[in-house]
């Protein structure tokens, strides 16, 4: 059923409504189709569901790479190398080589030409044991077929029920050696879960394993944002009545209040030193940027206009903030200096520009743009200003990248319902990530850990 807030609310905050009903509300200045989706976040399943991917598109030139499954692989309770296969699979850079009738674990075992037969550029061996102190280690060898040489030789070491997290670390570090960027198979991803009236606030592995419910309540929950070091998670919630900024910690699931002010309190965004983060008030009038401390003191407001300025992002050397604002009769991108000073418009053309995120490197950004009733994915350069479409359109929102810059994740929709998707850089790639039940909102990407 679809909410609808007032209209007041609704320009005040950037609370998104259902997809539904987005499709349905004119709203004033344009600005406001920045806000259809929020307020009825849409989430994902219960803890312990995991999520189902489904994988579109390859990369320009997949790298075909043979993994054995390792020795002792069989003897634990989930198999490293299936959470290896997954994760390159997932890429969409690898094409996965068969390895069936060959057992080498060991870099003396391998017979060079055979893998060559089979097309293989790249070989991944080793073994697993479980030592004595409850634990296992996982002895790995990259090769490269092509020059007969080792890439990699390393030992992986976690506790016995950590079995995913020695398959993500070795998917890393093959990704890292045959691509020369830095893996995300084993960072984490927030999201915000609905099933019925009731909303979650989730955290979870990237492939969508080991869920974690961070908050669980009947009241709406929206913005995630981390951490740098990825400890806490900042967010909005509506269980007093209003929109209100906490702070949570993701190992004691301490909390406090950063933000109740009269009026709305939203858009949480965290400074890279983690010092500071940009929040959006109603206090002082209408929706504008302020930078206040992680525990809620030092407020300080750095937008003045009398337009909505909302969805603060932070660039990654903390200098700089993209936001969002009609003050110039539609919703665009804007930039201004974190210490104030003259405001920047960055979008132009037809259409609404909306939810930006810094490119981890610093040269771009990807955002939200609206136009002709549907919702997409782009990504501007900011020295040529050149603007590429990453996905076809629909209903597409909150981007929010991996980061190593290579993958973008966001909300998206389809059989009916929410969901969570990512897209490759380069648009090749995309991924469609659907939860067992209910639906899925708000994605945002943690850090490296």
Do not use: C
């Not at 391998?110 to 293989?120: E, F, H, S, T």
């Amino acid at each position: 059923m679809a909410l609808r807030p007032s209209t007041k609310l609704i320009e005040l905050l950037a609370i998104r409504l259902s997809p539904q009903a987005g499709k349905s509300l004119v709203i004033r200045t344009g600005l406001l189709h920045i806000m259809v989706g929020l307020l009825l976040l849409a989430q994902a399943s219960v803890a312990g569901a995991v999520l189902s991917i489904e994988i579109i598109g390859a990369g320009e030139h997949q790298i075909p790479v043979a993994i054995v499954p390792f020795g002792g692989d069989d003897k634990l309770s989930q198999a490293v190398n299936a959470v290896v296969v997954s994760d390159l699979q997932r890429s969409g850079l690898f094409r996965l080589v068969d390895p069936t009738g060959k057992s080498p674990h060991e870099s003396a075992e391998v017979k060079y030409p055979d893998w060559q037969l089979r097309g293989a550029d790249a070989l991944a061996i080793g073994t697993v044991t479980v030592v004595p102190n409850g634990r296992i280690e996982a002895h790995f060898h990259l090769l490269d077929v092509v020059k007969q040489a080792e890439l990699v030789g390393q030992s992986v070491s976690a506790k016995e029920d950590q079995v995913r997290a020695v398959g993500h670390r070795i998917a890393d570090l093959i990704y890292e050696k045959l691509t020369g960027d830095k893996g995300v198979f084993g960072t984490r991803i927030a999201y915000v879960n609905r099933q019925g009236q009731k909303f979650s606030l989730v955290v979870a592995d990237s492939d969508g394993y080991n869920e974690q419910i961070v908050l669980a309540q009947n009241e709406p929950i929206m913005s995630p944002a981390w951490s740098p070091d990825g400890s806490h998670l900042v967010y909005v919630s509506f269980e007093t009545g209003h929109a209100v900024v906490y702070v949570q910690s993701l190992f004691t699931n301490q909390r406090l209040v950063l933000a109740d002010f009269s009026g709305s309190n939203s858009a949480p965004a965290w400074s890279p030193d983690g010092k500071h983060m940009a929040i959006v008030l109603t206090r002082d009038g209408s929706s504008q940027i302020y930078l206040i401390r992680p525990d809620g003191s030092g407020i300080r407001r750095i937008t003045f206009s009398g337009a909505i300025d909302t969805e603060p992002s932070f660039s990654p050397d903390g200098q700089t903030l993209l936001f969002t604002s009609d003050r110039g009769g539609s919703a665009q991108i804007y930039s201004m200096a974190v210490e104030g000073g003259a405001e920047q418009r960055i979008t132009f053309g037809d259409g609404d520009s909306y939810s930006p995120r810094f490119s981890p490197d610093g040269k771009g950004f990807v955002y939200t743009h609206f136009s002709n009733g549907k919702f997409q994915i782009a990504a501007q350069d900011f020295q040529s200003g050149q603007v590429e479409f990453l996905t076809t359109g629909g209903w597409e929102k909150k981007p929010s990248f991996a980061p190593n810059g290579k993958l973008i994740l966001f909300a998206s929709e389809a059989r009916g319902r929410g969901i969570l998707a990512t897209v490759s850089s380069d648009g090749r790639v995309q991924q469609h990530m659907f939860t067992q039940s209910g639906d899925a909102r708000e994605p945002v990407w943690g850090p490296h850990l």
